[in-house]
């Protein structure tokens, strides 16, 4: 299958907010720091990791709401990396974004027909005064997400949050995107709507052969909608692999530390709370593994040398010193999750 997004050791570094702010901070956020991976058509890769570990940046970045400081981006062959202008705006027919708080990205003065209309005007996909044309194509737009052509007319605080995010979703794909970014997108929802609106991502992407890249602290959530796994700790790519892979056999500690956690605390525990310890830090991060200070298997060549990102598998990549034989095991692998 064709590649749709290729990224290339991307990064986004930016000065630390915080302290005075006439003081200029000398202290460089390392948000999202090397990062290399693909998408291919019709594939689903999950990207999992605490709050702040730069997923989220990760996501802006690929369908370049921000501009990255380094590296690349290549969406369906193309070079957007740093593409303005009327180049951005075609990057948009290509990939689209929903986030976690439909509300917050709704117009909340504006009609869901109106929402979800905006992109079809914006693009120019109809002739300027087809009001029917677009019409049409929003009922079909809502019918697609499970809502009526009745939804249109309705304001967003008229709608529950399932829907609300369903007509996120709709304007996502009123430009038919190939590649769509789902930031957290059912985090906000009660037990049973994120059920419903996770079918109707699997659903979508079965009639339509989108890619998404899908970004979730939730591991049951990964588990469910990917086919690929991508762990992020502290700007970093930690695992990569296929999603029977990563969950059945994974190899970076930090991975089993977060399969063991979500084990223990269940799905609804919140992405803050995953682990014991200091959270994960970009702000000037340490040489070494970003993991060292929690790992429990850490020896001194953690904190002095950053491990590379290495194939362990058929398209299994891990970035630790245990891995490289660099490093032995303190506990046995026996203990790792089954
Ligand atoms: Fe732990 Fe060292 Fe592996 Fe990092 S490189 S995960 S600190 S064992
Ligand atoms: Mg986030």
Redesign the pocket.
């Known amino acids: 299958k064709n590649l749709i997004l290729e990224v290339v050791n991307l990064k986004k570094h930016f000065p630390a907010r915080g302290g005075n702010p006439l003081v200029r901070s000398e202290r460089t956020v390392k948000a999202v720091d090397g990062v290399s991976f693909d998408i291919r058509e019709g594939e689903v890769v999950a990207v999992v990791g605490e709050s702040g570990c730069g997923k989220s940046t990760l996501g802006r970045l690929v369908i370049r709401l921000i501009e990255p400081s380094s590296g690349g981006i290549r969406l369906s062959n193309e070079d957007v990396t740093h593409v303005q202008g009327e180049e951005l705006r075609s990057l948009r027919l290509k990939a689209q974004i929903v986030f976690q708080d439909p509300f917050g990205s709704l117009n909340p003065r504006m009609t869901v027909g109106a929402s979800i209309a905006y992109p079809l005007q914006v693009n120019r996909l109809f002739k300027r005064g087809d009001k029917e044309g677009v019409e049409q194509r929003v009922k079909e737009l809502l019918e697609r997400v499970g809502l009526n052509a009745a939804h249109a007319k309705r304001l967003p605080h008229e709608l529950s949050g399932g829907q609300r995010q369903r007509v996120g979703i709709a304007r996502a794909i009123a430009v038919n995107p190939k590649l769509l970014v789902l930031d957290e997108p059912v985090a906000a929802l009660d037990l049973s709507a994120q059920a419903r609106v996770l079918n109707l991502f699997k659903e979508l992407q079965r009639n339509t052969g989108m890619a998404y890249l899908f970004i979730t602290h939730d591991l049951s959530v990964a588990e469910y909608i990917a086919d690929r796994i991508l762990v992020m700790y502290a700007g970093k790519v930690m695992e990569l692999g296929p999603r029977g892979g990563v969950f059945k056999t994974p190899w970076?500690?930090?991975t089993e530390a977060l399969l063991a956690a979500a084990i223990l605390e269940g799905p609804s525990s919140s992405d803050a709370t995953i682990l014991d310890g200091d959270p994960p830090s970009t702000i000037d991060p340490p040489p070494g593994?970003r993991?060292?200070t929690r790992?429990p298997?850490?020896?001194p060549i953690?904190a002095a040398e950053e491990?590379a990102l290495v194939e362990v598998q058929d398209g299994h990549m891990v970035a630790?010193?245990?891995l490289t034989g660099k490093?032995q095991r303190r506990i046995p692998a026996s203990t790792r999750i089954p």
């Open positions: 970076h500690p930090y593994c993991f060292n790992c298997h850490a020896g953690c491990p630790c010193h245990l490093l």
